[in-house]
C-alpha cells in the first residue's frame, strides 16, 4: 500500500487531456487514436475552423469533421481514479480537520482529553479522570466524550449546564431558566441535537441531489451547444446553397445581356465598317476624276479642253453624312428595362424586414401568375368561387341575417308599420319587405333642414299602408332589438356583463412593424409581438419606437365603437393600451401613460396599474392571460375587460380623443408576448 499514491500519481499524469491538462472530461478518441475532452477538441476546432480539422497532438489534417465516438474504457478508468483521489483527498482533509479539534486536559492543559464531566464542566485526561472512575463520590457526575464546546454549555445567566432547548424562543435553557419557560414547549438538549443533525443531513442529501443534477444539465447543454454549432453550420450551407442559386441565376441573365450587347456591338461595327469601305472606294473614284481634270487644265490647250468629256463619278452627286447607327434593338431595351425593374423590386425586398419580405413575395408571386393567365389568350374569363365549387350569388335585400340556431316567426299581423325620421333602421327593415319604390326613397338620404313645409314631408315620407307581413324575430343581435335599446337606453361599458354584447363591435388588427422597437419581434401573420434579445435588423423610420420597446397597430379609430382581445403569454413587464398617432417615438416620455397622449394599464410584475399623463391608479390583478378593450370614440371611454370564465371589468378610463388613437403595446422582459386574437362567440 506504500506504492499507491505514487501509483495514483502516475495514473493520473496518464489520465490527463493535453489541451486542458486536466482528467478527462467526457473522453472522446479521434480517427488517429488519441484521447481528448469533448468540449476541449470542440473549441479547439471552433477556433481553428479556418485552417480545418486536425488532430493537436499528431497535427494529423481531415478533410472534413470526424465522427467522435465516447470512449467508454477510458471514460471508467477515468471514474475509478476520480473517485480514489477524491476519498483520499477527503480523508486527508478530515484528518486535518481532527488534528485542528484536539482537546486537551484542563487540569494540565497538555494531555489530550479522554472524557468530559458535564457535572463539573471540565474535561480529563486519563490520569486527572482518575478520580472520576475510583471515588464513589463522582459516580453521579455525567461523563460523555469531549466536547469542543464546552464553555458554550454554560448558562451565562445562572451557570448551570444548558440540559433543555426551548422550542418558542429557540434558545437552550438550564434547570434554572424553567421556571420563565412553564408555558413553552421544550426537549432535551440531546433530543433537539439529534433533530437537528438529521435536519441538516437531510438539506446536505438535497443540496448533493441538485448539484449533481445542475451539473448533468450542465452537460446536456454542453451537448445542446454543439448540435446548435453543427446546426447553424447545416443551416449556412442552406442558405449559401439559395443565395448561390440567385446569384447564378442573375450572373446568368448578365452574361445573356453582355453577350446580346456583344453582339449588338459587332454588328454595329460591321455597318460603319462597310459604309466606311464603300465612302473611300467613292474618293478614289473622285480622286481620279480630278487629277484627269487637273491635267486637261494644266496643258493650257482649248482645243483639248473642248474635246474632254469627262464625267462626273455618281458619287460626287451625294451628300455625305455619318449614320446615325446605335444599339437601341427591341430585346436589348427589355433586358435594360428588366434589369432596372429588379433592382427596384430587390432594392424594395431587401429594405423590408424580413418578416415583411415573405408576405410581398407571395403577393407578388400571385400578381405574376395572375398576369401571366390574363395575357393567354386561351384562358376563359374566371369567375370566384366559393368553397361549395359554386359561383355565389349576389345578395339580396330579403335575405336577412340568421343569428340564432332556431329563428322563429311571429305571427302573421295587419299592423301598419311606422316610419321613423332619419335613416330608420326600422323603415328600412319595412320598405324592403312591401315596395321597391319605398325602399329607394328610404335609402336615398335627405337633409332634414331643407324641408319647408307639410307637403314636403308627405311627399317624402309617405305613409305605409297595413299590409300583412311575416316579421321575423332575431333574437340576440336583433336588427330591430338593437336599435331599440339603443335609442331607449344609454350604452355604459361598466354595466357589461355579457361578452357576447361586446363582440358585435369586435375589430380585427394587425401589427405595425413601421412603428415597432429593434427589440419587439412581429410574427405569425403580424399578430403576435414578442421580445428578443437582440436587436432586430428593422429599416430606420420616423414612426418607429427608438427607446421604448413599443409597438402599434396598424389601423387607427377616431369614431364609433371598437372591441379587440389581446392574449398574453408571461404578463410581466407588459402593458395594453391606446395611443394617438402624434405621441412621442424618443426618450423616456414616450412610455405608455407617461404622456398625455397615450393610456394603458400596465403589468410591473405582479403589481397591476392605470397609467395617463403620469398618473398611476392602482388596480386588482385578476391575473387573466387574456385581456378585452373596448374603444368608445363617441362615448369618450377605453374600457379593459378580464376574459375567464365570465367577463370581468378591469379598468374604464372617462376621456374625450382628439385625435385617432391607435392600439398600443409595450414589451419589456425576455419571453413576454402579447397575441391578438380573432374575437369569436
Avoid at 18 to 44: A, Q, R, Y
Amino acid at each position: 500500500m506504500a506504492g499507491e499514491p505514487s501509483s495514483l500519481s502516475s495514473l493520473e499524469e496518464e489520465l490527463t487531456c493535453s489541451i486542458c491538462l486536466s482528467i478527462f472530461n467526457n473522453p472522446v478518441t479521434t480517427p488517429c487514436g488519441h484521447n481528448f475532452c469533448l468540449s476541449c477538441l470542440d473549441l479547439t476546432w471552433k477556433d481553428d475552423l479556418a485552417l480545418g480539422y486536425s488532430c493537436p497532438q499528431c497535427r494529423n489534417h481531415f478533410y472534413a469533421k470526424p465522427t467522435l465516438h465516447k470512449n467508454t474504457v477510458l471514460s471508467t478508468v477515468v471514474d475509478t481514479v476520480s473517485k480514489s483521489l477524491k476519498g483520499k483527498s477527503q480523508d486527508e482533509t478530515k484528518g486535518a480537520a481532527l488534528d485542528s479539534t484536539v482537546i486537551f486536559c484542563d487540569t494540565c492543559m497538555v494531555s489530550k482529553a479522554s472524557k468530559t464531566c458535564l457535572t463539573c464542566m471540565v474535561s480529563y485526561c486519563d490520569s486527572h479522570l482518575r478520580p472520576h472512575l475510583d471515588n464513589p463520590v463522582f459516580h453521579v457526575h455525567q461523563l460523555t466524550e469531549p466536547l469542543p464546546d464546552l464553555q458554550q454549555r454554560i448558562c451565562k445567566e445562572h451557570h448551570k449546564t444548558l440540559e433543555f432547548f426551548c422550542k418558542d424562543h429557540n434558545k437552550c435553557i438550564c434547570g434554572a431558566c424553567l421556571h420563565s419557560h412553564l408555558t413553552c414547549k421544550f426537549t432535551s438538549l440531546d433530543c433537539e441535537i439529534a433533530e437537528k443533525e438529521k435536519n441538516l443531513k437531510e438539506k446536505l442529501a438535497t443540496l448533493r441531489g441538485q448539484i449533481e443534477k445542475t451539473k448533468n444539465v450542465i452537460f446536456e447543454m454542453k451537448g445542446e451547444q454543439s448540435s446548435l454549432r453543427d446546426s447553424a453550420v447545416n443551416r449556412k450551407a442552406e442558405l449559401e446553397a439559395e443565395y448561390r442559386v440567385m446569384k447564378d441565376l442573375i450572373e446568368k441573365d448578365e452574361r445573356e445581356a453582355m453577350n446580346l450587347l456583344d453582339r449588338e456591338e459587332e454588328s454595329a461595327q460591321a455597318r460603319i465598317q462597310s459604309l466606311m469601305q464603300r465612302m473611300t472606294k467613292n474618293i478614289e473614284e473622285m480622286s481620279s476624276c480630278k487629277d484627269q481634270i487637273e491635267s486637261v487644265l494644266a496643258q493650257g490647250q482649248q482645243i483639248a479642253v473642248l474635246q474632254c468629256t469627262i464625267d462626273l463619278p455618281k458619287s460626287a452627286t451625294l451628300t455625305p453624312y455619318a449614320p446615325g447607327i446605335n444599339m437601341n434593338s427591341k430585346q436589348l431595351k427589355m433586358y435594360n428595362s428588366s434589369a432596372m425593374s429588379l433592382k427596384k423590386y430587390l432594392t424594395d425586398v431587401l429594405s423590408l424586414p424580413v418578416e415583411e419580405r415573405v408576405q410581398m413575395l407571395n403577393a407578388g408571386a400571385d400578381k405574376t401568375s395572375d398576369v401571366a393567365e390574363d395575357n393567354n389568350p386561351t384562358n376563359k374569363p374566371r369567375e370566384r368561387i366559393n368553397k361549395s365549387g359554386k359561383s355565389p350569388k349576389p345578395p339580396k335585400l330579403r335575405d336577412l341575417p340568421k343569428n340564432t340556431k332556431n329563428p322563429q316567426l311571429l305571427p302573421v299581423v295587419s299592423v301598419p308599420v311606422p316610419l321613423f325620421s332619419g335613416n330608420s333602421l326600422l323603415g328600412a327593415f319595412y320598405y324592403g319587405h312591401t315596395s321597391q319604390n319605398y325602399m329607394s326613397k328610404i335609402i336615398k338620404p335627405i337633409d332634414p333642414t331643407e324641408v319647408k313645409n307639410r307637403h314636403d314631408l308627405q311627399q317624402k315620407y309617405p305613409k305605409p299602408l297595413p299590409v300583412s307581413v311575416p316579421v321575423p324575430l332575431f333574437s340576440g343581435n336583433s336588427l330591430l332589438g338593437d336599435f331599440v335599446s339603443k335609442v331607449d337606453k344609454p350604452f355604459n361599458p361598466t354595466e357589461v356583463k355579457n361578452r357576447n354584447d361586446l363582440l358585435q363591435y369586435a375589430f380585427d388588427l394587425t401589427l405595425d412593424a413601421k412603428t415597432a422597437h429593434r427589440r419587439i419581434v412581429i410574427s405569425d401573420n403580424f399578430t403576435k409581438a414578442s421580445v428578443s434579445d437582440e436587436m432586430m435588423s428593422y429599416p430606420d423610420s420616423p414612426a418607429r419606437f427608438t427607446v421604448c420597446s413599443q409597438v402599434l397597430c396598424s389601423k387607427g379609430f377616431s369614431r364609433g365603437r371598437h372591441y379587440w382581445e389581446v392574449k398574453m403569454t408571461s404578463s410581466n413587464f407588459c402593458a395594453i393600451g391606446v395611443a394617438s398617432g402624434s405621441i412621442e417615438r424618443k426618450g423616456a416620455t414616450s412610455k405608455l401613460g407617461r404622456n398625455k397622449e397615450s393610456w394603458c394599464i400596465e403589468w410591473f410584475n405582479v403589481k397591476l396599474s392605470a397609467w395617463h399623463d403620469q398618473r398611476e391608479t392602482a388596480l386588482e390583478n385578476p391575473s387573466s392571460s387574456r385581456v378585452g378593450v373596448l374603444l368608445d370614440c363617441d362615448g369618450g371611454s377605453l374600457t379593459f375587460y378580464s376574459i375567464s370564465d365570465h367577463l370581468r371589468l378591469i379598468h374604464t378610463f372617462s376621456c374625450r380623443f382628439p385625435e385617432a388613437v391607435y392600439p398600443a403595446f409595450w414589451l419589456f422582459s425576455s419571453g413576454t408576448a402579447v397575441s391578438l386574437c380573432k374575437p369569436t362567440a
